[in-house]
Structure formats: C-alpha cells, structure tokens
C-alpha cells in the first residue's frame, strides 16, 4: 500500500505528473531538473460561483449575528468586550433589514415635519455604505432616532417570531442605545469640519432628536448647537450660499436650516436657551424641489416655520428676563405677523391644523398679555401662564417625530 503525497515538487505539479515527494524526487532526477517545493500551496475549497455563494451567506449570517448578540447581551446585562481600538465601522451591526425598516418609517412618518432628506439618494448611498463613514454615520443616527418612535418595529433578526430578541421589552431603546454610542465612535475617526455634508448636519440633529427623546437635554442642546455652529460656518444663513448646491441639496439643506430654526426657537422657550439663527434666507416653499414626490405633505411644515418666524432675539430675551421690557409697536407688530399666518388653511382637513390653530392662538394669547403687561417682562411672568405654557412647543414641532413625547411637562 502506498502513501499518499502531501506534497507535490514544483516541476511535478506543473507537469501534472505524480510526485514521489522526495527531494530530489524521480521525475526531476530522469529530466535531470532542479526540484524545489516553492509554489504557495493554494487553498482547498470551492472555487468559483460556489465560493462567491458561501462567502455571501457568511457575511448575511455575520449582519444577522452580529446586532442580535450586541443586543441579547446588553438586555442581559453581560458587558462587551473590551471594544477594539478602532475607529472603523462595527462589520454587522447596521443591517440592510435595519436600514430599510428605518428609512420606510421616516418617510412614511416623520417626513412632513423633518423634510431634509431625499429618499432615492439616500437609498442609493445606502448601497455603498462601508464605502463612506460619513453615510455610515447619518444612518446609524437615523435608526437609533426610528428605534425611539411609538409604531417602529424592530427588523426581525430571527425567522422565529418568539425568540428571544424580539420579545423583550425595552429592545427597541436599547438597539438605540447600541446604534447611538456607534455613531459618536465613528465619528471621531473623520473630521468633520474639513468639509461639512448634508449628511453631517443630519446626524448632528438625529444625535439631537435622539437625546431628546431621551431626556437627556443637556446632550441634546450641545448637538443641536453642534447643527447651527456648523451651518453658520458654511455660510447656510445666507442665500447665496444655496446657488452652489444642486436641485436636491439645496432645497433639503434649506429646509434644514429651517427645522434647525424652528427647533432652536421652541428649545429656547421651553428651556430658557438662547438663538443663534436668524430669518437671513428666504423660507422653503413646497415648490422648491419640483421632483419631490412628497411636496404635498410640506404644509404643516411650512406653516411651521411661519409660526416661528416672527420670534427673534428680543422676544427670546424678554422670555428669558434677559430684557426688562418692550414697546407696545413692538407686540403690535408680532401680533399682526401671526394674525396671518393659518386664514388660508383653516379649511385644510390637514391632520397637523388643529395642533397649528392652537399654536396660533397660544401665541396670540401671549402677545395680548405682553400688551397687558405694557411689554414689562416682570409683570408678564406675574401673570399665571403656566397653566397653558407653550402649547405649541409641546409638539416639538410635530412633536419632533417623537409622538407623544412633549417638550412640556403638565
């Protein structure tokens, strides 16, 4: 019986004839050539369509595993390993189940009060993820803000609908956790300064929406400072900063300064902060991105801005006792801005009018008792007015997408 040979000579191997495995073996000595063992043995396996088909499954069962153990071990209190000294994107945690569940629900949902994002683009850079940490790090942004929401779901990691995972509670705020403290890693491994995108500015306000929905307030005005900082130094409160960007950017970034604006303006209010932007660019329009198959759902949006638009510095500081008092022409002037905001709508059967319409009429409200006061801050907070404080900021706005969490407490 012989042995087999593990091993075949270069020559042999070539040749395609057996080897011995003897140095020098047969066939090399009758051909009087040199034989030598230095090709790199290939690896055994399959080769071809059936090796791309297994590496394809590894690297689905390793997104599929990858979250679920995270996820499992966080709720059962087990500590991680100690993380790797990497700044690079966890291989597995943002599955492409995850991000397309999270980008369904935003524009199914949260779309018409958050209008800065363009589905088919986000889509596209969805499918070159690993490729660009900035895209990477707006969408882990956006699925820790959906796993927030009331109605999200949590993408199933099991075809089993009562594992493990997908029964217990509290796995939606924790996946968010995960996917939050993900973000913040990654992030510091690229400078965002260098070259501010769309997608920066977007995970500055997720990172914001997402503390807020958290309580944790303090995190929430630093990111959302974070947002306005950096529109500032790109020049985004000025208008012909818009004429660089191109018929989708530049509607969505527009917008975004907005909802950044509006959002600042009721933080202020709700909890005493102070403003940094301004009413410096023209406001959007629901004609601004002809392509925009969602245009129709701006209006709450639009109005929105509106409502907020005639608050500035002063007002704020008479809010905040920052300022001892303000002329009557003064409230005249706001008073007549937001008489006419809502008259075109007030037969919208728009679901965001009611909650507009009593905005509208808190602001009003306020402005009557600023009169009364003879735009004297001290006698304006010796009126009782925290019965009814800010109903308007209480939908944050649209309640910030996170439904049901107000920004004011009864």
């Known amino acids: 019986m012989t042995t087999a040979v593990k091993r075949a000579c270069d020559a042999c191997h070539r040749r395609k004839v057996k080897c011995d495995g003897i140095n020098p073996c047969r066939n090399c000595s009758a051909s009087q050539l040199s034989c030598t063992y230095n090709a790199i043995p290939q690896k055994k396996g399959p080769k071809g369509s059936r090796a791309k088909v297994i590496s394809e499954l590894r690297e689905k069962q390793q997104h599929q595993t990858s979250l679920t153990t995270k996820l499992q071990n966080r709720i059962a209190g087990i500590n991680s390993p100690a993380p790797v000294p990497s700044l690079a994107p966890t291989p597995g945690l943002l599955t492409p189940e995850l991000i397309r569940e999270s980008v369904d629900f935003f524009f199914a949902n949260m779309y018409s009060t958050m209008p800065i994002l363009h589905r088919q683009r986000l889509e596209q850079q969805a499918l070159y993820v690993d490729q660009s940490v900035d895209t990477y790090c707006l969408l882990t942004s956006l699925c820790a803000f959906m796993m927030l929401q009331p109605g999200m779901q ?202 507009l319409q009593i905005n509208q009429q808190w602001l009003k409200n306020m402005q009557w008792q600023m009169s009364l006061a003879g735009g004297n801050a001290g006698e304006l907070y010796s009126i009782d007015i925290g019965r009814d404080l800010l109903p308007m900021v209480s939908h944050f706005p649209g309640s910030l997408g996170l439904l049901g969490l107000g920004l004011v407490r009864p």
């Open 154 to 355: 949590m993408p199933s990691m099991s075809n089993d609908p009562y594992s493990y995972e997908n029964m217990m509670p509290g796995t939606n705020i924790v996946t968010a956790t995960l996917l939050l403290e993900e973000t913040l890693r990654v992030r510091k491994g690229y400078d965002l300064l260098e070259s501010p995108s769309l997608n920066t500015l977007c995970t500055s306000y997720f990172l914001f929406a997402y503390y807020y929905g958290m309580e944790l307030h303090d995190k929430a005005w630093y990111y959302l400072r974070e947002a306005t900082t950096i529109a500032h130094m790109i020049g985004m409160n000025k208008e012909e900063t818009y004429m660089n960007y191109d018929g989708l950017e530049g509607p969505r970034r527009r917008r975004l300064y907005w909802l950044l604006f509006v959002t600042e303006r009721a933080y202020a209010l709700q909890r005493h902060r102070p403003l940094t932007l301004q009413a410096s660019i023209n406001p959007p329009t629901a004609t601004d991105d002809p392509t925009d198959p969602l245009a129709s759902q701006l209006n709450g949006f639009l109005l929105l801005v509106n409502l907020f638009r005639p608050f500035d510095d002063a007002f704020v500081a008479l809010w905040n006792r920052a300022m001892g008092e303000c002329s009557d022409s003064y409230v005249s002037n706001i008073q007549k801005q937001l008489q006419g905001v809502l008259p075109a709508y007030l037969n919208s059967q728009e679901s965001q009018l009611a909650e």
